[in-house]
Nanobody, 135 residues
Framework: EVQLQASGGGLVQPGGSLRLSCAAS????????IGWFRQAPGKEREGVSC????????YYHDSVKGRFTISRDNAKNTVYLQMNNLTPEDTAVYYC????????????????????????????WGQGTLVTVSS
């Protein structure tokens, strides 16, 4: 059974940083992409960043490029999202997800290093972790 557990959310001031973690189990972690998503109140869930399984390719939504960094530790079955220079617009519940029908690629659409994905692109989800950016 695929299990994903996101953690690390909290309250941070504008300009601050947080690191989210996504611990995974129940599948061959290294083979599959892990995507980070967020959902702000009243908005659709949107893809933030994705790390391809099996290789080093990473992708970001344009709104977080240069501020967020995704990384993965295959030995720990964990993906991280380092978020710097946070703004109130980053306030959302953050989720991690994977999809075992898409080996060695990130579901969604990629254009260069840009990535766009919706909830429908991934099949397996963890519970979210709330990030609040406020002074």
């Amino acid at each position: 059974e695929v299990q994903l557990q996101a953690s690390g959310g909290g309250l941070v001031q504008p300009g601050g940083s947080l690191r989210l973690s996504c611990a995974a189990s129940g599948f061959t972690f290294g083979d599959y992409a892990i995507g980070w998503f967020r959902q702000a109140p009243g908005k659709e869930r949107e893809g933030v960043s994705c790390f391809v399984g099996g290789g080093g390719s990473t992708y970001y939504h344009d709104s977080v490029k240069g501020r967020f960094t995704i990384s993965r530790d295959n030995a720990k079955n964990t993906v991280y999202l380092q978020m710097n220079n946070l703004t109130p617009e980053d306030t959302a519940v953050y989720y991690c997800a994977t999809d075992l029908s898409r080996r060695f690629r990130c579901p969604g659409s990629t254009f260069g290093s840009s990535w766009y994905a919706t909830r429908a692109d991934f099949a397996s989800w963890g519970q979210g972790t709330l990030v609040t950016v406020s002074s």
